[in-house]
């Protein structure tokens, strides 16, 4: 069944699950908005990560609230769009959804081995591999009563696309 427009896609999942490369693909697919939710944390939080530490809720709830504007924006204007989250818990995605309409999760589900490969094989990226395990330890997926879908992102990332346009009833 189609959801309704416009709508946020937050495409979510711990790191190394494929957000930004499905994220992007799936904006030009739909020539709707990207943000790359990744450039909204402040400093201190990426710089924090870069050492190897993982953040706290309370590193996080301003970054999260910068991601809950963008959605907001784009749905006050009318407009469509697609950001990256890892989204990790429901108070989390709860905040971001906080209007209660117009934002659905897009989980990208992915082993644990496909995750660690994933992660060894970044460059640049500034969150280290070191990291996954408290992403998956801090990781609540989303539940039957959540607004989104779960989406296998093991394979090629334009299959997952399609993918996600099918399950959500997308105009492509």
Not at 13 to 21: A, E, L, Q, Y
Not at 24 to 43: I, N, T, Y
Not at 67 to 95: F, H, N, P
Request: charged content about 25%.
């Amino acid at each position: 069944m189609p959801i309704s427009l416009p709508v946020v896609l937050v495409i979510m999942g711990v790191s190394g699950s494929g957000k930004s490369t499905v994220g992007m693909l799936l904006a030009r697919r739909l020539g709707w908005p990207f943000e790359e939710g990744d450039s909204l944390h402040p400093a201190a939080n990426v710089a924090k990560m870069a050492a190897g530490h993982p953040l706290t809720d309370e590193d996080r709830w301003p970054w999260l609230e910068k991601v809950a504007d963008w959605a907001d924006e784009q749905l006050e204007a009318g407009l469509s769009g697609v950001i990256t989250c890892s989204a990790l818990k429901r108070s989390y995605r709860d905040l971001i959804n906080r209007r209660g309409t117009g934002v659905d999760f897009v989980y990208l589900k992915v082993s644990r081995a496909e995750l660690e490969a994933r992660v060894a094989h970044r460059p640049g990226h500034f969150m280290p591999a070191s990291l996954l395990d408290s992403q998956l330890e801090a990781l609540e997926e989303p539940g039957d009563d959540e607004p989104g879908i779960r989406v296998d992102a093991g394979p090629d990332p334009s299959a997952v696309v399609d993918r996600i346009i099918a399950e959500l009833g997308l105009p492509s």
